[in-house]
């Protein structure tokens, strides 16, 4: 062939500038949405190693997709040969174009696309054997991707299983025509190698087995659809969920660099909501679903609201905070900041009328920790008893600073979208801290203990009663005994995901009982329902999540359960005939003189 | 005369059939459970806020009940949304929504 372009080529190219014209005016766009923070830290970090990191994700999450892997083998194996697959198949394709000598040395880029029908004769450079039977083999890797999604969208609809994904109408066009790409790919290269005996090992054998007329007749026609299918693709890409795939790798290097949420939504936000693959990871465990059916408030849904435009109110309201959903996300989004974020939005964020608080003062307590029970364990008194207890035992000078009465520490308020209400809290707090001059603080509840580590400025070291507990231990403080009870931990939502304490409160158990396995725990663990994330849920439901928390724990058949959080404790109590304690409460019990 | 800290709540009458219930029937819409109170007091008596200052969650409420709208905003902003009202309630009131939508409502002209 002596000219290297044919009419049908045009739907592809077309389709192709058009998708990076989208994608650059996209992301510029959104760029310069990003805040005055976000931008000093890209500038600080962009020429930094951490350009390295961020490669090694990109390849790791954009193309292998691990994360998947690691929760659904085989839905990991489908994103991976989709994705990874067809990235190769570019590559060596783009190779195999490039290493074969043309007669005016032009090399166009849909070369490496259609590169069986430009090139009829084999072997044209050394290896060409080798490349040819690379591409087929990659070709039937992506389609065995395909057919695995075909039998997933089938399967999971006719047994009417796992709530599959609802989408939009970019997205059907876009994932119709992804499904059509490489099957018209295998056909048309199929034809040619029937007519051209140009094919490797796969579609030459298919080739063959095509009558010559029929390949004569349509060989045109297939090539034609190919390059239609991806022209669609590209058009409707930037529209539809598979825009993910390339935001997905921008968002990874943003975040390498330290760009975070902010309060309010900015440019980042955008590429978050875009990198949604709406893989639908995050329906099946999410507790209203789970326990209550509610199929309308995932994050994949919120999202998808948020990114079209078509978010409501009672969608950012109806979450329990638990953040299961963004442990279980593949792209690990910041889901729960952007949903703070739509909660922050509320027009009713009023001043507090919080001066009755004006004339509590601080305590002389030079050289003491201070201890925070927080309103919740004014209710749980057994915990806020065994922390006095133990802080005597281990001859600690301490102020428990909320004794009588407490001061909210505002994360209720906060978690409402009340912010100027929770920041008056917080100065009152702060100051009362500062004032008494307390050396740490302890805090009970791990609601009040997120809030003080993240929104508190306080230049003192915060840690929640377990990390204490073990401290002493640790350092002899106090001996604990071994009981004989076998003891299951339940992970508070905050105290777990919310701050990423799981391995101190394990240790605590494991020096005084028998600490046996949750069904599923750490990351995976589920909420106890009774929190304060939800306002639309009645009591009712919270009730079936707490059951469905507590069931998880009966896996092992232990004698105790254990957790570390008041309000976690006050859910469970009433749901079983266990007894359930708080490790200060277990500690407390086995302590040794 | 010895003060003991608390005095006689002063005489009132409320006709009701001069009231206007609508922010009631608006409240008792978004949560049902309202309507479940038996007005017993745990929720005042657990709550963060009155160990402070005078404030009584369930006599808001009854308030509210009764339409008489006076000062409520004002007052309910005194509560910190600490939720141990909520966690008392034998009744399964859903109180911090209640508050919240509550204000909403006061606020909404
Ligand atoms: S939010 Fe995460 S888990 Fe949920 S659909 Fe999007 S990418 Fe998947
Ligand atoms: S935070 Fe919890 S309740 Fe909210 S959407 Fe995620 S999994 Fe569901
Ligand atoms: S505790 Fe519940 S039932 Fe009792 S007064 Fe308060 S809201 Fe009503
Ligand atoms: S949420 Fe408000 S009314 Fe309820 S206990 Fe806390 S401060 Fe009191």
Redesign the interface.
């Known amino acids: 062939m002596d000219n290297y372009f044919h009419p049908f080529v045009i739907p592809f190219v077309l389709g192709a500038i058009f998708l990076f014209g989208i994608c650059i005016w996209k992301y510029v766009r959104w760029f310069k949405h990003f805040d005055r923070l976000q931008r000093a830290v890209i500038r600080k970090n962009i020429f930094s190693w951490k350009f390295i990191p961020a490669v090694w994700e990109v390849i790791r999450e954009g193309l292998l997709h691990i994360r998947i892997s690691r929760k659904n083998l085989i839905l990991g194996y489908m994103h991976r040969s989709i994705a990874f697959g067809w990235a190769l198949l570019i590559i060596v394709g783009f190779v195999e174009s490039r290493l074969t000598p043309t007669i005016d040395g032009s090399h166009p880029f849909w070369m490496a696309i259609f590169y069986r029908f430009f090139f009829h004769s084999h072997g044209t450079f050394a290896g060409a054997h080798v490349l040819t039977a690379i591409m087929d083999f990659l070709l039937l890797y992506v389609l065995s991707g395909i057919l695995l999604a075909v039998i997933k969208k089938c399967y999971s609809k006719a047994l009417g299983m796992k709530k599959a994904t609802k989408h939009v109408v970019f997205d059907r066009f876009a994932k119709a025509s992804l499904w059509c790409i490489f099957p018209f790919r295998l056909l048309s290269e199929s034809l040619t190698a029937c007519i051209y005996h140009n094919g490797g090992f796969f579609t030459q054998f298919i080739g063959n087995l095509i009558p010559t007329e029929f390949a004569l007749t349509f060989e045109m026609t297939s090539w034609t659809l190919y390059s239609f299918a991806l022209g669609t693709f590209f058009v409707s890409l930037p529209f539809s969920r598979y825009m993910h795939i390339f935001t997905e790798m921008v968002l990874i290097f943003f975040r390498e660099w330290g760009v975070r949420e902010k309060h309010e939504r900015t440019g980042y936000t955008m590429y978050e909501l875009s990198a949604c693959s709406r893989c639908g990871m995050c329906i099946d465990n999410c507790p209203l679903n789970k326990e209550l059916g509610i199929n309308n408030v995932q994050s994949v849904y919120f999202l998808r609201d948020l990114r079209y435009k078509k978010n409501k109110p009672e969608i950012a309201d109806n979450c329990l905070m638990c953040a299961r959903c963004a442990s279980d996300c593949p792209v690990n989004i910041d889901l729960m900041a952007i949903r703070q974020q739509e909660r922050n939005k509320r027009n009713f964020d009023t001043e507090g009328n919080y001066h009755y608080l004006d004339n509590v003062q601080p305590f002389n307590a030079i050289g003491r920790i201070g201890y925070f029970g927080g309103c919740m364990s004014h209710l749980t008194p057994g915990i806020t008893e065994s922390m006095k207890t133990i802080f005597e035992v281990a001859g600690q000078r301490y102020w428990f600073m909320d004794e009588d009465r407490s001061i909210c520490c505002g994360r209720p308020l906060l978690q409402q979208g009340y912010n100027q209400q929770a920041a008056e809290l917080r100065r009152k707090l702060t100051e009362l801290i500062k004032k008494s001059k307390v050396t740490m603080l302890v805090t009970s509840c791990p609601i009040c203990y997120q809030t003080f580590k993240k929104d508190y400025k306080l230049n003192i070291p915060v840690i929640h009663h377990t990390e204490y507990l073990n401290m002493l231990i640790k350092s002899g403080l106090i001996k604990v005994r071994m009981d004989d009870l076998k003891t299951v931990y339940h992970d508070p939502c905050e105290l777990g995901r919310g701050c990423g304490i799981y391995k101190e409160p394990r240790q605590v158990l494991q020096a005084t009982t028998h600490l046996v396995k949750a069904k599923q725990e750490g990351e995976d663990s589920l909420c106890c329902g009774i929190n304060l994330g939800d306002t639309l849920i009645d009591i009712n439901q919270q009730k079936k999540i707490r059951d469905a928390a507590v069931e998880n724990l009966m896996h092992r058949k232990p004698d105790l359960i254990a957790t570390a959080c008041p309000m976690c404790k006050k859910a469970f109590v009433h749901s079983t005939t266990l007894p359930v304690k708080d490790i200060a409460e277990i500690v407390r019990e086995n302590l040794r003189s | 005369m010895i003060n003991f800290g608390y005095s006689i709540a002063p005489t009132r009458v409320v006709n009701l059939d001069n009231c206007d219930f609508d922010k009631l029937q608006q409240l008792e819409r978004i949560v ?2 309202f309507k479940r109170c038996i007005n017993c007091g745990a929720c005042t008596a ?1 709550c ?2 009155q ?3 005078h ?1 009584n969650i369930r006599k808001i409420k009854s308030l509210f009940q009764e339409a008489q709208y006076e000062k409520l905003a ?2 309910l ?2 509560c ?5 009202c909520t ?2 309630c034998p009744r ?3 109180l ?2 209640i508050i ?1 939508n509550m ?2 409502i006061l ?1 909404t002209k």
Not at chain 2, 80 to 84: A, H, I, Q, V
């Open positions: 049902p459970s657990t963060s806020a160990q402070f200052t404030f004002k007052e902003d005194k910190m949304l600490c939720g141990k966690l008392v399964g009131l859903n911090r929504p919240m204000r909403k606020n």
